[in-house]
């Protein structure tokens, strides 16, 4: 039974960088949600998709996050010229099919900035 | 937007001892789970609860919809069961998160 899996693991970068994180969700599963969770809070929403299709987008993922699922298969988040207040654990969820589903989460990517 | 408020924010208890975790939320929701977030930071699902009662072991969690709250138990507790743990509801298709209680188990 293969779980949600990110990759990679860390991330150390200099600030301005651009960064780019994998997400591969549970195999039936078509829903998908990228999260961040900074030093002692609980996670945040940033986006999910249905499939390929990207259906919402919170305020958070400012012009400089984009967030893809070619294939509705698996998924990348990119940085942009990255910021120190970036520096955060970024998750990934998935979740079967029809309403109601619970969500599974992946390990998550750690990303730090220099 | 909605508001979900755990209690309490920290908790310090010695191996053996029993505890009672609590989600207050602010609106109807379609979805509530419990997580434990261990110090590797790896989100654990403990329960898919939005109504009713569910027991895993040494841990149980009720929740209230009509009243809504949420209520995780847990007995006999052990230094694993230390970390952070989260009630996180649906709301459309995202989950809300709360601030989290932070336990801490000692020998």
């Known amino acids: 039974d293969t779980g949600v899996s990110q990759n990679p693991r860390h991330k150390i970068t200099k600030r301005g960088q651009n960064v780019t994180f994998r997400c591969d969700p549970i195999?039936?599963?078509?829903?998908l949600y990228w999260y961040r969770q900074t030093l002692g809070q609980g996670p945040e929403f940033l986006t999910y998709?249905?499939?390929?299709?990207?259906?919402?987008k919170s305020r958070l993922l400012s012009d400089r996050f984009s967030a893809e699922r070619p294939k509705g298969s698996f998924s990348t988040l990119e940085i942009q010229r990255t910021e120190q207040g970036d520096s955060a654990m970024y998750l990934c969820?998935?979740?079967?099919?029809?309403?109601?589903?619970?969500?599974?989460f992946g390990d998550g990517t750690r990303l730090s900035i220099l | 937007g909605i508001q979900v408020e755990q209690s309490p924010p920290d908790l310090i208890l010695q191996e053996g001892a029993n505890s009672t975790l609590r989600c207050n939320f602010s609106d109807s929701v379609n979805n509530l789970q419990w997580f434990h977030q261990n110090p590797w930071g790896q989100l654990i699902n403990l329960f898919y609860i939005p109504s009713g009662t569910k027991q895993n072991g040494r841990l149980s969690a009720t929740t209230v919809a009509t009243e809504r709250y949420s209520l995780l138990y847990i007995s006999s507790s052990q230094t694993t069961d230390s970390g952070v743990y989260f009630c996180a509801v649906g709301h459309t298709d995202k989950l809300i998160f709360g601030t989290g209680t932070r336990l801490q188990v000692f020998p």
């Open positions: 969820a998935s979740s079967g099919q029809g309403a109601n589903q619970p969500q599974h």
């Open positions: 195999s039936e599963h078509n829903r």
């Open positions: 998709f249905q499939n390929e299709a990207q259906l919402e």
